[in-house]
């Protein structure tokens, strides 16, 4: 059972528009949740970070949102530039240990 | 430079002809991990280690070992390996206790082949 889940396998923004990427977990078990930047042939970089006892973190084009209720997180990023192009992966921290679940990523393509 | 590094970058080998991923970071930090990812399946969690000769399994054990014997060191073990094991592979590591902030540091990745 997948407990973090990215529904979207792709998705294209046009430049200088919003890109909002939207993750959905099961598991309230969950302390910090990451957001993950991958280009081909690399490893994944890190973006931004959240953890559960907050709604809202920033830093720079990037915030990410999260929202308790609905079990679901979402990365906004502000002006969308053709270099944001590749996979984003989000990902949850079980509480009181070092165990992640990634999602299986959204491919953000940024048209010039 | 901070970084963790893994070795090999690219290998083909054959079933059953065992294999050591080395994996070293030169952060001091007492976490590390390794993931493989596959298509359509994202990054999922072999084996995890929180310090020296403490590890504990992920997602996907099996088929895998590793040890903790020097805190920069997390050696991926491939006893026997199967084509199934055919995959992308990254180490990572993060500072634990006071300095965590939740951030993964990545490899670059080992692709594996197995025939």
């Known amino acids: 059972d997948q407990q973090v889940k990215q529904n979207s396998p792709s998705l294209s923004v046009q430049e200088g528009r919003i890109s909002i990427l939207n993750c959905d977990y099961t598991n309230s078990m969950f302390d910090y949740f990451l957001w993950y930047k991958k280009y081909p042939a690399e490893g994944p970089t890190f973006l931004i970070s959240i953890s559960s006892i907050k709604d809202k973190n920033e830093d720079g084009r990037f915030t990410v949102f999260l929202n308790k209720s609905a079990k679901h997180l979402s990365l906004h990023i502000v002006p969308s530039q053709p270099g944001d192009s590749a996979v984003y992966f989000c990902a949850a921290k079980i509480s009181g240990t070092y165990k992640y679940i990634f999602g299986t990523g959204t491919r953000l393509k940024v048209l010039a | 430079e901070a970084q963790v590094t893994q070795n090999p970058r690219y290998l083909i080998t054959v079933t059953g002809k065992k294999l050591t991923v080395t994996c070293s970071q030169n952060m001091n930090h007492e976490y590390m991990s390794w993931y493989r990812q596959d298509p359509g399946l994202g990054l999922r969690q072999i084996y995890y280690s929180m310090n020296v000769e403490v590890t504990d399994k992920g997602d996907v054990p099996e088929g895998y070992k590793v040890s903790r014997k020097e805190k920069r060191n997390f050696p991926l073990i491939l006893e026997s390996p199967s084509p199934n094991q055919t995959s992308l592979y990254f180490c990572?590591?993060?500072?634990?206790?006071?300095?965590?902030?939740?951030?993964?540091?990545f490899g670059e990745g080992s692709r594996l082949t197995v025939l």
């Open positions: 990572a590591s993060t500072p634990g206790g006071g300095r965590y902030t939740g951030e993964l540091f």
